[in-house]
Nanobody, 123 residues
């Protein structure tokens, strides 16, 4: 099993930056595909970004392309989401997730989830 803990959320003005971290427990972290999802109030959880076990392949939802960067450090059992040029519509609880399906954008393909970290972008 993998346990995930997110950190790095907060309140930022539009145009600002935040870096989210996802710390994973377990010796098999490097074998999992990882992803970031977000959920705004009253909306369903949606895909943000994902990467493969080595971090060499990535996928992003269109609204964040060119602004967000997903990465991982398997030696530290940690995944990151660098978020630049933040917009008010990026406001949500951000979740990290681990799964076996390569670069999936589907919630159902991720077996393990963190508790989430709040990101609020003010206009």
């Amino acid at each position: 099993q993998v346990q995930l803990v997110e950190s790095g959320g907060g309140l930022v003005q539009a145009g600002g930056s935040l870096r989210l971290s996802c710390a994973a427990s377990g010796r098999t972290f490097s074998s999992y595909a990882m992803g970031w999802f977000r959920q705004a109030p009253g909306k369903e959880r949606e895909f943000v970004a994902s990467l493969n076990w080595s971090g060499t392949r990535t996928s992003y939802t269109d609204p964040v392309k060119g602004r967000f960067t997903i990465s991982r450090d398997n030696a530290k059992n940690t995944m990151y989401l660098q978020m630049n040029s933040l917009k008010p519509e990026d406001t949500a609880v951000y979740y990290c997730a681990a799964g076996r399906r390569f670069l999936s954008e589907l919630v159902k393909d991720y077996a393990y989830w963190g508790q989430g970290t709040q990101v609020t972008v003010s206009s």
